[in-house]
């Protein structure tokens, strides 16, 4: 049996206007058994009909119901002559012959429809459940012989139970959609892969349970909290490497104030005086080493790192920029404090 592939309020509203058209046409076509007969083939024989087999279970069922119809409305015998009668009637008595023949019509049709509700209510269609159960209603209504209380309260205590079930397995859709979100915020990769293949497949599954509006949201709100947290561990490696940086830079300005200080201080033949010297020395080497290319080199890095970002946001740029012009500023002062030392060296009496 084909199963609903749209949104089932559409459905819904599709089916009740083709209902309505094909219900108008068959009262106004089928005044007599023939008539009737050849409106109700035209109408089974519709594409949209065949596509929908509820609906043509409703179209079936309401025939029968014309067609008791009919037969009531029938003149009595001798009440007219016989030419009123057409005689190609005959040939299609069967649709209004015994009350029995009508029974076992209404009987099948019940269960076609209980079918498709059980088929419907087990995939939490409630709208179209819920038409199928007032459908079932009105023919308990017209045919209370046919149509027994047990199929009623079958139908309507599944019905009952929709909204709870529907509201249960909602509750689960949210925390699972928490999970992959809060996964994905937490860099979780792996979780929130797994959170969402599943979400995806309730959403092929029970589309009337997860449509495809909120999982796409679900996906965008998973997308912004895998951003943020890119975005958080890019700026703890900008951090990382510029407190790095500010470490390598200081202890080279504090090597360098020491070696000044002892040199003003201590005489320049004591053993002090000669180990300062030597740090100094290799301090010096250090430094030489962190010229323009070296500056340029960590510039390119701090870039690097900043180009995970597709559009850095503008207080990070200016905070890397603040940072290299600190660094350009302490590269600067050792500079001048190392030629504030070698002129006292030059000047030194030997």
Known sequence: ??????????????????????????????????????????????????????????????????????????????????????????????????????????RNAVTRLVRQFDEYAARLYEAESRAIFDRLRELREQYPQSVSNDSLEHCQAILNGIADRRARYQSQLDELAEQAIASARAGDHDRSSSCLRRLSSIHTAQPQLLPEDRLNDIREAMSKAGSAHDHHVVIETLIAREKSLATEIKELAASVHRFHHIARTTDHGSPEYREAEQAYRETLRAYRTHDRDWLAGVILELVDILGEWTHPPPRVEAQLDRFVADIRSALAHIRQEIGEIESDRDGAPD
């Open 1 to 106: 049996m084909a199963r609903p592939e749209h949104e089932p309020t559409h459905d819904v509203r599709r089916r009740e206007m083709a209902y309505a058209h094909w219900h108008a046409q068959i009262t106004r076509g089928g005044i007599d058994a023939r008539t009737l007969q050849n409106e109700l083939r035209r109408a089974l024989a519709d594409s949209e009909v065949q596509s929908d087999p509820i609906l043509a279970g409703m179209i079936r069922a309401f025939g029968v119901q014309r067609a008791n119809e009919l037969a009531q409305n029938k003149p009595k015998k001798g009440a007219a002559s016989v030419a009123h009668v057409p005689a190609s009637a005959i040939q299609t008595e069967h649709i209004e012959a015994s009350h029995a023949d009508r029974s076992e019509d209404v």
